[in-house]
């Protein structure tokens, strides 16, 4: 039998087995409780894969292999990723209530949540950047995990700005709000325009 490291690890793996699906589970189910539909919660998690591909990547380019510490910054990556698409689906959800096509919506909300977006992303990505340089004692737990999470919050931002607003766009072209602002809003009227209030 092996022990040592290699025990730990075929250890935490099937830790991992049941962890890392019960935290997708988690996720899911409260993006389903934020914004009370399935189709907008499945189009948010949709930026799950989108960060997973930027992490692989990073782990290819720096010739690591996939350990315990890659596996904790995935899960990490799946939150951050997450957390950007309530924003932009937040937004453009609010537009929608409000009566804008959904096109329009989905254009805007883009560009209104990009600089809170790239904010995230650099703030993130800056922060992790001793960890991924690191050499010292230890460097062998902290550089695979801040090399997944920076190589993929810079590919999921990327994706996101880019991918993410066509399958917003999907996924709100049949959602129906519960409630949605009034498209006839008509301006008030002095009370001797009789003909101005006369309704067709």
Do not use: C, Y
């Not at 793996?13 to 189910?29: D, E, G, T, Y």
């Not at 499945?42 to 799950?48: G, H």
Request: without cysteine; glycine residues 10%.
């Amino acid at each position: 039998t092996w022990g040592g490291q290699f025990e730990n690890f075929e250890r935490a793996q099937k830790r991992l087995a049941i962890v890392v699906p019960l935290a997708l589970l988690i996720i899911f189910s409260m993006l389903v409780l934020t914004f009370g539909s399935v189709r907008l919660a499945s189009a948010v998690f949709s930026l799950v894969p989108l960060a997973l591909i930027g992490g692989v990547v990073g782990l290819v380019a720096r010739g690591m292999t996939f350990s315990l510490p890659a596996a904790v910054g995935f899960i990490a990556l799946a939150g951050v990723a997450v957390l950007n698409g309530i924003v932009m689906t937040t937004d453009v959800r609010k537009l929608v209530m409000e009566g804008v096509r959904v096109e329009d919506a989905v254009v805007r909300g883009a560009a209104h949540t990009l600089r809170a977006v790239l904010t995230t992303a650099a703030v993130a990505a800056l922060g992790f950047a001793p960890m991924a340089l690191s050499s010292g004692a230890g460097s062998e737990v902290q550089r695979p995990l801040a090399t997944v999470v920076i190589f993929g919050i810079v590919g999921a931002t990327v994706l996101m700005l880019v991918v993410f607003p066509g399958i917003l766009l999907l996924a709100l072209r049949r959602w129906r709000p519960e409630s949605t602002v009034p498209l006839d809003v008509r301006p008030p009227v002095a009370d001797g325009d009789v003909s101005a209030q006369t309704s067709p």
